[in-house]
T-cell receptor
Framework: KQEVTQIPAALSVPEGENLVLNCSFT??????LQWFRQDPGKGLTSLLL?????REQTSGRLNASLDKSSGRSTLYIAASQPGDSATYLC????????????FGKGTRLSVIA | NAGVTQTPKFQVLKTGQSMTLQCAQD?????MSWYRQDPGMGLRLIHY???????DQGEVPNGYNVSRSTTEDFPLRLLSAAPSQTSVYFC?????????????FGPGTRLLVL
């Protein structure tokens, strides 16, 4: 059974700092990995999708990498801003089973002005 | 496009009551799913559908029913609400489960069962 772990569970950084969020998964047989953002009381917004054949994806100040063989992904946020404060969720789409997306529990990020 | 819409936004039920959570999408997506999100548990898949007339169970299907009579709508029914079903429910959709596509999520329905 695929399991997704995100470390740390919570992170607080001063504005302007570069930061890395970590995601690990137990079964490397995946189609893709997605990073989502969730604001308090809101739904999820997709940030980046990395296909299994790719090693990274970039969108603005966000860069996500994927090391499928080691079961790891990182989300790099450059020059953090208070508006980046949210919970960031990692999810993998496995090749096997009936659960198309398996989510981690998220990292709650606070960027302090 | 309105994207994925969910109603109601918030609901209070008494134990044993039934209700239907509505989900609709206007993007002609084949794949739709329901998740519940609980503190410390993350998002867990309840049921999903790969097209009209086709549904399947996810990780936590007990106590919930779904149907998919149209491409646009995917309602979730609670047959007899229990306090353990207090949660935030999210509906999601994507073009196809077989195409590596981004999933779009609705804003959620917050359910409290007393």
């Amino acid at each position: 059974k695929q399991e997704v772990t995100q470390i740390p569970a919570a992170l607080s950084v001063p504005e302007g700092e570069n930061l890395v969020l970590n995601c690990s998964f137990t079964d490397s047989a995946i189609y893709n990995l997605q990073w989502f953002r969730q604001d308090p009381g809101k739904g999820l917004t997709s940030l980046l999708l990395i296909q299994s054949s790719q090693r990274e994806q970039t969108s603005g100040r966000l860069n996500a990498s994927l090391d499928k063989s080691s079961g790891r992904s990182t989300l790099y946020i450059a020059a953090s801003q208070p508006g980046d404060s949210a919970t960031y969720l990692c999810a993998v789409e496995s090749e096997a089973g009936n659960t198309p997306l398996v989510f981690g529990k998220g990292t709650r990020l606070s960027v302090i002005a | 496009n309105a994207g994925v819409t969910q109603t109601p936004k918030f609901q209070v039920l008494k134990t044993g009551q039934s209700m239907t959570l509505q989900c609709a999408q206007d993007m002609n997506h084949e794949y739709m799913s329901w998740y519940r999100q609980d503190p410390g548990m993350g998002l867990r898949l309840i049921h999903y559908s790969v097209g009209a007339g086709i549904t399947d169970q996810g990780e936590v299907p007990n106590g919930y029913n779904v149907s998919r009579s149209t491409t646009e709508d995917f309602p979730l029914r609670l047959l007899s609400a229990a306090p353990s079903q207090t949660s935030v429910y999210f509906c999601a959709s994507s073009y196809s489960i077989e195409v590596q596509e981004t999933q779009y999520f609705g804003p959620g329905t917050r359910l409290l069962v007393l």
